[in-house]
């Protein structure tokens, strides 16, 4: 069950108040060793307390969301948005069960021409289905950015190593395809320039050593409003918190759209506030405090 709106003081640009605080993880909530520092906890389980809604919105995938679900251990349910809004679940409290809401996974033409351009690249790509992630790795070079992934998320057996991509095609359709290499900008443009219109949505990572592939209706502002539409509220009563490209319709959708000190200035442009502190400064928790939400 949801929790009910808490009073606060403040009023959003709609004129309404806050019954809904969603936070992208890497870059936003997670410092930079990518955990969730004491001061976090204690901010989004007072939020929590004061019936808040707290949610996470991610481009993580749902195992690699478990060990902070579990580290906040809120009292109330938490919505989670993953995969940038590819899948919208909920998961409750004092469990680790987590019931999906919705999702949009990538058509098999897309599919297709992406592992097709990763391969004419010299790429590797991350297939996700179900719980698992799959990956051909052919190089010495695949492997150390598998383990960089890993360790990013914070999974060991993160990866299912595959000779061929036909065995994750025959689990069924991903929800992302996630494309690993240095030049992650060249990579952006590889796929803007290889994929027709309407195909996928390409979007750079966070922390920029890979790009992800998703279908093209899917973005965390869209998966904002779904989860939204799930809880019962409006997102104009939301208030959120991102860094990266991947937040630009996610901050976009709220009604009020927060950048990290430490974001991409496409996304600050785009934001309603800006922190003044990173997130390797505890930026989320203080920038809470100051708006009221906490005391």
Known sequence: MWAAAASTSLVLPSGRTVKLAAFDMDGTLLNAQHTLSDASVRALRELS??????????????????AHVERLALPQSLPCVVYNGALVMRCEAGSQSCEPIFTEPLSDDAVTRVLALAEQAGLVAQYYV?????????????????????????????????????????????????????EVDETVELLNRGLPDGVAKVVRGSP????????????????????????????????????????????????????????RDVLKAVADRETEFSNDDDGV??????????S
């Open 130 to 182: 179900g719980d698992e992630i799959y990956a051909v790795c052919k190089t010495d070079a695949h492997r150390a950015l598998t383990r960089r992934y890993a360790t990013l998320v914070g999974l060991d057996d993160a990866h299912t190593f595959v000779d061929s991509y036909d065995v994750a095609r025959a689990r069924g359709p991903p929800l992302k395809l996630l494309l690993m290499g240095d």
């Open 208 to 263: 920029p050593f890979f790009v992800e592939v998703l279908h093209p209706d899917v973005n965390k502002g869209l998966g904002l409003r779904r989860m939204c539409e799930a809880c019962g509220i409006e997102p104009d009563e939301c208030v959120v918190f991102g860094d990266g490209d991947n937040d630009i319709e996610y901050v976009q959708a709220a009604g009020l759209g927060i950048a990290m000190s430490n974001a």
């Open 285 to 294: 928790a203080i920038e809470l405090r100051r708006l009221g939400l906490i």
């Open 49 to 66: 307390d004061a019936g808040i809604i707290v949610s996470l919105c991610t481009g993580r995938s749902s195992p690699a969301i478990e």
